[in-house]
């Protein structure tokens, strides 16, 4: 089948879909149609806000479908109305119910940001950064009912540098996705493309980001530390306690090895030029741009200067009253 001739719905939600649904129309493919998450409540006034997709999808002219549960017998029955051929997903962030995995000819593909079977779920760019990978990938894969768990079809890899966060790798596996899903198309409607069924004793999960995934535990090692604040960045940011308030912390140098703390975890070993040290479970975290509560995120040598957080300060747990508690 030509590429012009066949119904492609895209299904996407957030930036790192964009690349991907801007590649398959600049290619000559014919989506006829974007199903992407509803408009959500964003920032301190709460304004309705489109998605990433939705934007780039009402640019480019195509209907959009916001339907809150994809798997709603109306929601299905206006997808069906589109003829599709293939569906294309990438992160749009709903299971797809088994009346639309059957709909397409040629199936459902996913645009998935790891190399699985590692990394099935939500959060796989996140959670391979805060456990300190330092390989990850797109796997092209057809869709089953399961979470991430169908047949393979391609695999790219991309390496995560020391200093890669969330953010710059989501940017470029964003591109390198929407390369690779253009190389394994013409595959999937000439009928050639590989599947390859997914070692499910190789298999690792990474759900969706919680409040507990952003708190930080001082007596973890200090590159642990700066792990989890790389797959924390740029949003949603790690935090602490002090003084029985949240502290976020946005940003911190790469940690020394073999540097000492000399005290407990979470204590504060000095502020300065060079950031806000803490003690962590096996040498010194050094933070470089902090957010008290109440107030916006700034340098912490600019913190430093106003005097409220002073060496041997505690770091860590919220007065008991709130032990347990979600603050935010």
């Not at 479908?65 to 017998?73: M, T």
């Not at 391609?154 to 470029?172: C, N, Q, S, Y």
């Not at 390369?179 to 009928?191: A, K, R």
């Not at 700034?298 to 200067?305: G, R, S």
Request: a neutral charge.
């Amino acid at each position: 089948m030509r590429k012009d001739q066949a119904n492609i719905v895209f299904m996407g939600t957030p930036d790192f879909a964009v690349p991907s649904l801007r590649a398959l129309i600049d290619a000559g493919y014919a989506v006829k149609a974007v199903v992407t998450q509803p408009d959500r409540p964003v920032g301190r006034k709460k304004t309705l806000t489109p998605t990433p997709v939705k934007k780039e999808a009402l640019r480019l002219g195509l209907p959009v479908l916001q339907p809150q549960k994809l798997r709603a017998p109306e929601a299905v029955a206006e997808l069906a109305a589109f003829e599709p051929d293939l569906i294309v997903t990438a992160a749009y962030g709903q299971i797809l119910p088994k009346s639309v995995l059957a709909m397409p000819t040629f199936g459902c593909i996913n645009v998935h940001g790891s190399l699985l079977p590692k990394y099935r779920g939500g959060a796989p760019i996140q959670r391979a950064i805060m456990n300190g990978e330092k390989i990850t990938g797109v796997t092209i894969m057809y869709m089953a009912e399961g979470l991430d768990t169908g047949d393979m079809i391609t695999k790219a890899e991309l390496a995560i540098g020391p200093d890669d966060d969330a953010g710059t790798v989501f940017e470029r596996l964003s591109v390198v996705g929407a390369e690779l899903l253009m190389d394994t198309l013409p595959s999937i409607f000439d009928g050639t493309a590989a599947r390859t069924p997914q070692d499910e004793t190789e298999a690792t999960y990474s759900p969706n980001l919680s409040r507990d995934d952003e708190r930080i535990d001082w007596t973890r090692p200090a590159s642990a530390i700066y792990d989890q604040l790389r797959g924390l960045s740029p949003r949603p940011g790690a935090f602490t306690y002090w003084n029985g308030d949240v502290f976020k912390i946005w940003k911190a140098a790469r940690p020394e090895a073999g540097r000492k703390a000399g005290a407990a975890p979470g204590t504060v070993l000095g502020l300065g030029a060079d950031g806000l040290a803490v003690a962590t479970g096996d040498g010194v975290f050094v933070a470089t741009e902090v957010q008290p509560a109440g107030k916006k995120a700034l340098p912490a040598a600019e913190f430093a200067k106003s005097g409220q957080m002073k060496k041997g300060d505690a770091l860590g747990e919220p007065p008991a009253a709130t032990q347990g508690e979600a603050a935010r």
